[in-house]
């Protein structure tokens, strides 16, 4: 992907059961895993996000697999080769596991998937994924993963507060836009140019500097607004109090009455 950046995660890095680090960025656990690497070891690495999502990461001779947790029925394992049906042992958290060969990926395509786990962006643009994982304990170590349950939504027009959240992240996204701005080689029209923490949008129409952008919320809502350039700055200077969007929000919560909204669309699940 051209264009934005998205600032990274810390999270908790394990090395088998062993906490090495609570907070380590992309780098940090870069270093832990190439120490391991480097002391012959072949224990496997455990990344714990924020959002409690985990991912397994095994070395084997010059390949990497990787193993995705999103809840304790939703996991995926790294696809390579299709060509082999062959195993490989492995030391999984607690103990052995057998892994098939074509789930051992490319180290320089697994390393990109790693950081872009660590930046909330997808996976699957560096390696592909199938359903499963080679080692089960991921879903209840170092906790047991809850199921999230299905949550109904809808999309309703809203005015909403501009969070302080919302305005620090535009402030990084006015900044970076300005670093481009002269730059032939980044693109940033297109609606995902630019990640940045819980942003992601880009310029849809350069003519009139106009802008499309979601807000990702933690409690799982997202603000979608259509905005030119200078309502970008005046929500980063704080000129901007309260902002127009198209809300995704659960189905059956019950909306301020001074928030101006009219149901578009049709409902989904998520």
Known sequence: MNGGVRHERPMR???????????ADYSAFAR???????????????????????????????????????????????????????TRTFFGL???????????????????????????????????????TPDDEIVVFPTSMIARPRVKRTLVEMRVNVTEELRNDMKQVCEYIDEVADDPDENIDFDDAIQIASLCGGRINRKQDLYLFSYYLDNGDVWQFRVQRTILEAIADGRLQTLNVLASIPKNRDEPSDAPKSPVGRDFES
């Open 32 to 86: 832990l895993f190439a120490g391991s690497i480097r002391d012959g070891s072949s224990d496997s690495f455990l990344l714990v996000r924020g959002d409690d999502q985990r991912l397994l990461v095994v070395a084997s001779d010059s390949d990497i697999l990787l193993s995705f947790a999103r809840g304790p029925n939703d996991c995926m394992v790294s696809y390579g080769s299709s060509y082999s049906d062959g």
């Open 94 to 132: 607690s103990r052995e596991r057998v892994a098939k060969d074509s789930s051992f990926v490319d180290a320089a395509f697994a390393f990109l998937a790693i950081k872009a786990f660590f930046e909330t962006k997808p996976m699957s643009e560096h390696v592909d994924f199938r359903n499963g």
């Open 13 to 23: 890095v394990y090395r088998c059961k062993t906490l090495l680090d609570d907070e």
